[in-house]
């Protein structure tokens, strides 16, 4: 398998344009979690999904935050719309159904936001 | 919520010293303690984790070790090289929620 795969790997944009994250997880894995990493923050759980189902979204830090699965191979994260300080390294995690296996994240994507 | 306390933020050694992360976690509910290692432009990694009915678990060259009356768990990498250089992370999980620590930045110096 070729573990969990984000696109793009960079982004640059200017403040006010919408930005769509893109995540594809491990096949067979029943939860997917969205994580934003800063130097200040560190790393914040944002969302997860179980099967395709957002199940705690209490991380997105505002409406200008939404994420979707439409199916079990394909995520989103979207920010509409975009602010300087939403600048961080955005990843993509998944994992099978128990709650004690390992989280496999992805190699994310860089954000900067002009 | 939880909160999940990680120290130190940077630790330099030389190759072949021991090397220790400590962290303090907040919530007695919190049942799984794993440990990311996290190189530069990649995602974090899974090295080892340990579960709150185990007070110590060994890998090799990385042991954990959980004190759950202290809420206390700990990192130790032996041996160090310098391909050990990276970011470690510790974490603190209830159900599917993981909290991570702010992590530490491990340099080993050849």
């Known amino acids: 398998d070729a573990g969990v795969i984000q696109s793009p790997r960079h982004e640059v944009t200017e403040m006010g344009q919408e930005v769509t994250l893109r995540c594809k997880p491990i096949?067979?894995?029943?939860?997917l979690f969205w994580y934003r990493q800063t130097m200040m923050r560190g790393l914040e759980l944002l969302i997860y999904?179980?099967?395709?189902?957002?199940?705690?979204d209490s991380g997105m830090p505002e409406d200008r935050f939404s994420a979707k699965m439409p199916n079990a191979s394909f995520s989103t994260l979207k920010i509409q719309p975009s602010e300087p300080r939403d600048s961080a390294v955005y990843f993509c995690?998944?994992?099978?159904?128990?709650?004690?296996?390992?989280?496999?994240f992805g190699p994310g994507t860089r954000l900067t936001v002009l | 919520g939880e909160n999940v306390e990680q120290h130190p933020s940077t630790l330099s050694v030389q190759e072949g010293d021991s090397a220790v992360i400590k962290c303090t976690y907040s919530?007695?509910?919190?049942?799984?303690f794993p440990w990311y290692k996290q190189e530069l432009g990649k995602g974090p990694q899974l090295i080892i984790d340990?579960?709150?009915?185990?007070g110590e678990k060994k890998d090799q060259r990385i042991a954990v070790t959980l004190n759950k009356t202290a809420k206390h768990f700990s990192l130790h990498i032996t041996e160090t090289q310098p391909e050990d250089s990276a970011v470690y992370f510790c974490a603190a999980k209830q159900g599917f929620k993981t909290i991570f620590g702010a992590g530490t930045r491990l340099f080993v110096k050849a």
């Open positions: 919530d007695s509910a919190s049942n799984y």
């Open positions: 995690a998944s994992s099978l159904k128990n709650a004690l296996n390992e989280q496999f």
């Open positions: 999904f179980n099967n395709n189902v957002p199940i705690d």
């Open positions: 096949s067979g894995h029943d939860y």
């Open positions: 340990i579960r709150s009915n185990v």
